[in-house]
C-alpha cells in the first residue's frame, strides 16, 4: 500500500516540516511513502473536482511534480507522488487544512492528521463533518491541544507529534556566561504589541539586549537562540510549536504564552509561572528580566522538558510505527 503525503508546498512553517519528517520516518521504517506538495494553483483545479462530485474512485490522475524549495528540508526522505492509479491501495495523509479533499478519497483510506487545528476552521466550513466520521477516515493529533479539539467533534486520534532539531553553531554557554539578552518571537502568530513588552522590559533593565526572532533562516534563529538567556514566545499555539522547543534544546530558558497548545501541560510540561497571559505585559516583563539577571536559579525548573524534548525524535519513531501498523499498512 502507498502512504501518500499531503502538503501546503512552499512554506517553512511546522506543519510542513512535520509533514516531512514523517516521509522521512516512513521511508527509514520501510514504508511506501510518497510527497504530494500542493501549490496554489494545485489548491484552485482540486477544489474545483471537488465541486464537480467527482472522487479518485475510477480516474487516473497525473499528479504535478514540484521541487522543493526549502533548504531546512533538503535533509529528509522523501519520494514524489507521481499519479493515482485505479485500483491501486492508497492511505493518504491529510492535514487538518485540507480535510475539504475527504470527498476525493471515498474509495481509499484517509488518515486526517490535525497538526494546527486553529488553522482547520475554513476547510472543515467546506466540509460536511460527518465524512470526519466515516469507515474510510481516521484521524492522528499532533498535540494534547489538537487531542482536545477533535475530542469536541467527537472523534478519537492516535497520537502522532514530531520533534524538534536544533542544532548549535558554537559550544554551548552557561547561562550566565551569555549576553544579557532576551529573544522574543516577532512572528505574525504574535497577538500583542511587542513594542510595549520591549519597553517594559527596557524600564527594569536598561543594557537588556532584545532580539526580535522574525524572517531569519535557521541558522539565524539558532544563533540568537544560543546566545540567549530568555526566549519569549507570545504567540497563539494553534499547535505544539518549534520555537521554544528549539530554545530548550539550546539550553535558553523559555516563557510561552497560556493559549492553544501552549496552555496545555501534557504539550510543554512547564511549570505554570513560565505559562503566562501574553496581555499582561508589566508582569511578562518583571519575570523576563528576572529570569535574565538570575538564570541558574530558573534553569534546574527547565530539566524535565529539556530532556523530554530531547526524545522527541525516538518518541515520533514509536507513534509512526504504532500509528501506521495499527492501519494494517503493514
Known amino acids: 500500500m502507498k502512504i501518500v503525503l499531503l502538503c501546503p508546498y512552499g512554506f517553512r512553517t511546522g506543519g510542513p516540516e512535520a509533514v516531512y519528517q514523517l516521509s522521512d520516518m516512513l521511508i527509514r521504517q520501510g514504508f511506501d511513502a510518497r510527497l504530494w506538495p500542493l501549490a496554489e494553483a494545485d489548491i484552485i483545479w482540486l477544489h474545483e473536482f471537488v465541486r464537480s462530485g467527482k472522487n479518485l474512485s475510477s480516474i487516473r490522475l497525473d499528479v504535478p511534480q514540484r521541487e522543493n524549495t526549502i533548504e531546512d528540508y533538503r535533509h529528509y526522505l522523501t519520494k514524489p507522488f507521481e499519479s493515482y492509479e485505479p485500483g491501486e491501495r492508497y492511505l493518504f495523509v491529510v492535514p487538518e487544512v485540507h480535510v475539504w479533499m475527504l470527498p476525493l478519497f471515498v474509495s481509499q483510506r484517509v488518515l486526517v492528521w490535525w497538526l494546527s487545528v486553529d488553522n482547520a476552521f475554513r476547510a472543515l466550513s467546506e466540509v460536511n463533518a460527518n465524512v470526519l466520521r466515516m469507515g474510510f477516515v481516521r484521524h492522528a493529533v499532533q498535540s494534547a491541544y489538537a487531542d482536545r479539539f477533535i475530542g469536541a467533534l467527537g472523534l478519537r486520534g492516535t497520537y502522532l507529534s514530531d520533534y524538534t532539531i536544533a542544532r548549535p553553531e558554537s559550544p554551548l554557554r552557561p547561562l550566565a556566561e551569555r549576553p544579557r539578552s532576551i529573544a522574543i518571537s516577532a512572528s505574525h502568530k504574535v497577538a500583542i504589541n511587542l513594542d510595549l ?134
Do not use: W
Not at 263 to 285: I, Q
Open 197 to 330: 513588552l520591549c519597553r517594559a522590559i527596557l524600564e527594569r533593565a536598561p543594557d537588556a539586549q532584545i532580539v526580535r526572532v522574525v524572517d531569519m533562516s535557521k541558522s539565524e534563529v539558532c544563533r540568537a537562540l544560543e546566545d540567549a538567556r530568555v526566549f519569549i514566545d507570545l504567540g497563539k499555539f494553534p499547535g505544539k510549536d518549534r520555537m521554544a522547543r528549539e530554545a530548550l534544546l539550546l539550553g535558553t530558558n523559555i516563557v510561552i504564552g497560556n493559549c492553544g497548545s501552549g496552555a496545555c501541560a501534557d504539550d510543554y510540561p512547564v511549570a505554570e509561572t513560565y505559562r503566562v497571559d501574553p496581555f499582561d505585559v508589566v508582569h511578562v516583563a518583571g519575570l523576563c528580566v528576572h529570569m535574565m539577571e538570575h538564570p541558574q536559579f530558573h534553569e534546574p525548573r527547565f530539566r524535565g522538558i529539556r530532556a523530554a524534548v530531547a526524545q522527541e525524535e525516538e518518541r515520533f519513531a514509536d507513534e509512526v510505527l504504532a500509528t501506521f501498523s495499527g492501519l494494517g499498512v503493514l
